[in-house]
């Protein structure tokens, strides 16, 4: 248990206990006891992470490099970023976008720029995602770092392909979703 609390002043609610229930190599799993602003005691099941970064990398011609890979959750594969957590001790996110963009496409970007930071699901995690744009993509060997790395897939689409696959279902990562429109939206780098 820890009564430390992480809730932000000022806004009436108080973290008062944590009571722990899994620690794992990845994730903590905890219970949060709280004390609302009428003071009213609740619980919530949070799981701690210690977040990820992605990168929606782009080659000279305008098309998005993803990955096909399993995703034991979903018990299938999906079409996404490169993405990973931020697992290594002291490394800042744009190490560790650089690296993921390595381990999985063998792709080195001359130009990694941040983009914008999601949290991909608020209700019961904190992981936030640091989202980056590479450009001046140069290919080397991938580095794969795990077995589903190992057995991943590049694949690359046009804007119009991206939107193919997004209408007709397939596409259902939203980290992956989002870094693509909000890289139009924003005209970023001259989009």
Same mark, same amino acid.
């Given at each position: 248990?820890? @009564?430390?609390?992480?809730?932000?002043?000022?806004?009436?609610?108080?973290?008062?206990?944590?009571?722990?229930?899994?620690?794992?190599?990845?994730?903590?799993?905890?219970?949060?006891?709280?004390?609302?602003?009428?003071?009213?005691?609740? +619980?919530r099941d949070f799981v701690?992470?210690?977040?990820?970064?992605?990168?929606?990398?782009?080659?000279?011609?305008? @098309?998005?490099?993803?990955?096909?890979?399993?995703?034991?959750?979903?018990?299938?594969?999906?079409?996404?970023?490169?993405?990973?957590?931020?697992?290594?001790?002291? +490394?800042?996110?744009?190490?560790?976008?650089?690296?993921?963009?390595?381990?999985?496409?063998?792709?080195?970007?001359?130009?990694?720029?941040?983009?914008?930071?999601?949290?991909?699901?608020?209700?019961?995690?904190?992981?936030?995602?640091?989202?980056?744009?590479?450009?001046?993509?140069?290919?080397?060997?991938?580095?794969?770092?795990?077995?589903? +790395?190992?057995?991943? @897939?590049?694949?690359?689409?046009?804007?119009?392909?991206?939107? +193919?696959?997004?209408? @007709?279902?397939?596409?259902?990562?939203?980290?992956?979703?989002?870094?693509?429109?909000?890289?139009?939206?924003?005209?970023?780098?001259?989009?």
């Amino acid at each position: 248990m820890s @009564s430390e609390s992480t809730t932000p002043a000022g806004t009436g609610f108080e973290q008062v206990d944590e009571t722990v229930r899994y620690q794992g190599r990845m994730v903590r799993m905890s219970t949060l006891h709280f004390r609302g602003p009428d003071g009213e005691e609740f +619980e919530r099941d949070f799981v701690h992470h210690p977040g990820a970064v992605a990168v929606l990398p782009i080659t000279d011609d305008g @098309s998005y490099v993803l990955v096909r890979q399993y995703r034991t959750p979903l018990g299938r594969e999906t079409l996404e970023l490169p993405a990973g957590v931020r697992d290594k001790h002291g +490394e800042d996110a744009a190490a560790a976008a650089a690296r993921e963009l390595a381990e999985e496409t063998g792709y080195v970007a001359a130009t990694l720029v941040p983009m914008v930071s999601v949290h991909t699901a608020p209700g019961f995690t904190n992981e936030e995602v640091s989202i980056f744009v590479g450009t001046g993509l140069r290919q080397e060997a991938p580095e794969a770092d795990g077995i589903e +790395e190992q057995h991943m @897939s590049v694949v690359e689409l046009s804007p119009a392909e991206f939107d +193919e696959v997004v209408a @007709s279902g397939e596409m259902t990562d939203a980290k992956t979703i989002l870094a693509v429109y909000q890289y139009r939206c924003e005209g970023f780098l001259g989009a």
